[in-house]
């Protein structure tokens, strides 16, 4: 009976056990960009936005294509009094009985010059699509790296969060150990106290490091749209498992590629062609003119097959006093654009070089906190046979157990660092979006 129940027992925690496996997803770092990428809500702003200037753009193009208008009336006429002055005083014909009027008519309009309007307006529409264009991409490489940062975050959680179990479990396996010890004299009471304390300040440390594990977790898959219930798993593989190539050293490569500098370059070309969308004020404006009428006032007029073609001129005289302001704000504002890229160029070297110190600093973080853990440990085994000698007390083992957990979260924080620093030099330089583009996953 006994061993019925212990299996019992044992299926039913392997049962538990299973359900929190099934419970977990495991994602790539790449996949899990590539699903920022097609499901986060900047990303689908940004292609909106890119769709509507496109669109714009179709719609400046459409200006060179003729206006055609066709329209038509009917009207019931009622009392109407007809006074035909060509008619004989001697008629005695009676007056036609006039009660509709049916009036159809086509008109054709097709610009011919517009002091350059049309022209620079679809060259307007066009750099600001291709300015939209490249800020959905600089939207991309932001998002990539803000999942780059939160899966890093992640990472660092999660691992926290197993070190800290494993050295609680020592805590406690101290704890029973020193009960036992105290109860035949062999330690005070104190240090049995302390060891107790230690595992009290872990499962505080514990405790916070879930709650942040947690937070981390959701707005992450918050971010890719998954069920508010998933939880993520980084294997170090998914994450820690890549060659770090092509390192930027210096801005050069930022300046090349990044999209928002390339985006602020496409306005100040738009810029210019507003300039000229603005003096096209002081030319007229030529088109040329066609039309057909067709009209019928019953029992008195039939008009059929008048057609007409012609040129029309027009020309706004007032505006040529006016538009000197219009021209003036034009200037103004690709000057405004002029000054925006060149304090982003400097903000951009700024950057990269910050990313590049950060990186550096990072690499020696990490090779100090690798030899840290050795140096932790052994500490700690040299302690622990002073202590078990009789050579050490319970404040040196404690703290040397601290160190050596501090190392060892050090050392796992240490290797994520690195390559998220890696990242965000790569983003910082313009080359985010073509590391996980030209991935495959």
């Known amino acids: 009976m006994k061993v019925s129940q212990i299996m019992l027992f044992g299926f039913f925690f392997i049962g538990i056990y299973s359900m929190e496996a099934q419970d977990k997803t495991s994602l790539t770092l790449e996949q899990a960009i590539q699903m920022a990428w097609n499901k986060s809500n900047e990303v689908t702003m940004a292609n909106t936005k890119v769709e509507t200037s496109r669109l714009e753009l179709q719609s400046a193009k459409n200006n060179q294509y003729p206006d055609f208008k066709i329209s038509g009336q009917y009207q019931r006429l009622t009392k109407v009094t007809i006074d035909l002055k060509t008619?004989?005083?001697?008629?005695?014909?009676?007056?036609?009985?006039?009660?509709?009027?049916?009036?159809?008519?086509?008109?054709?309009?097709?610009?011919?010059?517009?002091?350059?309007?049309?022209?620079?307006?679809?060259?307007?529409?066009?750099?600001?699509?291709?300015?939209?264009?490249?800020?959905?991409?600089?939207?991309?490489?932001?998002?990539?790296?803000?999942?780059?940062?939160?899966?890093?975050?992640?990472?660092?959680?999660?691992?926290?969060?197993?070190?800290?179990?494993?050295?609680?479990?020592?805590?406690?396996?101290?704890?029973?150990?020193?009960?036992?010890?105290?109860?035949?004299?062999?330690?005070?009471?104190?240090?049995?106290?302390?060891?107790?304390?230690?595992?009290?300040?872990?499962?505080?440390?514990?405790?916070?490091?879930?709650?942040?594990?947690?937070?981390?977790?959701?707005?992450?898959?918050?971010?890719?749209?998954?069920?508010?219930?998933?939880?993520?798993?980084?294997?170090?593989?998914?994450?820690?498992?890549?060659?770090?190539?092509?390192?930027?050293?210096?801005?050069?490569?930022?300046?090349?590629?990044?999209?928002?500098?390339?985006?602020?370059?496409?306005?100040?070309?738009?810029?210019?062609?507003?300039?000229?969308?603005?003096?096209?004020?002081?030319?007229?404006?030529?088109?040329i003119l066609g039309g057909y009428t067709a009209l019928n006032l019953k029992n008195v007029l039939v008009v059929q097959n008048a057609m007409n073609i012609g040129v029309g001129l027009s020309y706004d005289l007032s505006g040529i006093l006016k538009n000197g302001t219009t021209v003036k704000i034009a200037e103004s504002k690709a000057l405004e654009l002029q000054n925006a890229e060149a304090m982003l160029k400097d903000y951009i070297k700024i950057e990269v070089q910050k990313a590049i110190e950060d990186y550096d600093?990072?690499?020696?973080?990490?090779?100090?906190?690798?030899?840290?853990?050795?140096?932790?440990?052994?500490?700690?085994?040299?302690?622990?046979?002073?202590?078990?000698?009789?050579?050490?007390?319970?404040?040196?083992?404690?703290?040397?157990?601290?160190?050596?957990?501090?190392?060892?979260?050090?050392?796992?924080?240490?290797?994520?660092?690195?390559i998220q620093k890696y990242y965000e030099l790569l983003s910082v330089s313009g080359q985010l979006n073509q590391t996980f583009n030209l991935s495959k996953i």
Do not use: C, H, W
Request: hydrophobic share 40%.
């Open 87 to 287: 008619t004989s005083s001697s008629s005695s014909d009676p007056l036609p009985i006039v009660d509709q009027l049916v009036l159809g008519q086509a008109n054709a309009t097709l610009p011919v010059f517009a002091g350059f309007k049309i022209k620079n307006s679809i060259k307007l529409s066009d750099q600001l699509y291709q300015a939209e264009a490249a800020n959905a991409m600089q939207t991309k490489e932001e998002v990539a790296m803000k999942v780059v940062n939160l899966y890093a975050s992640l990472y660092k959680a999660q691992k926290t969060v197993e070190l800290l179990k494993e050295n609680q479990k020592s805590a406690q396996q101290r704890v029973t150990d020193f009960i036992e010890l105290e109860k035949n004299g062999i330690i005070p009471r104190n240090d049995l106290l302390k060891s107790q304390l230690q595992v009290s300040k872990i499962q505080l440390t514990l405790d916070r490091a879930i709650s942040d594990l947690n937070v981390v977790n959701f707005e992450l898959i918050s971010l890719l749209k998954m069920d508010a219930k998933t939880k993520l798993e980084v294997r170090e593989s998914d994450f820690a498992d890549f060659q770090m190539n092509n390192i930027p050293t210096d801005e050069q490569l930022a300046l090349q590629n990044r999209k928002d500098l390339e985006a602020i370059q496409f306005q100040e070309k738009a810029s210019l062609a507003n300039i000229k969308i603005a003096k096209s004020g002081y030319y007229p404006s030529i088109a």
């Open 361 to 418: 600093l990072a690499l020696k973080q990490n090779l100090v906190y690798n030899q840290a853990v050795e140096q932790a440990s052994e500490n700690y085994r040299i302690i622990k046979d002073k202590y078990d000698n009789g050579l050490s007390d319970t404040n040196d083992l404690l703290e040397a157990d601290v160190e050596q957990l501090g190392s060892k979260i050090n050392k796992t924080l240490a290797k994520a660092n690195v």
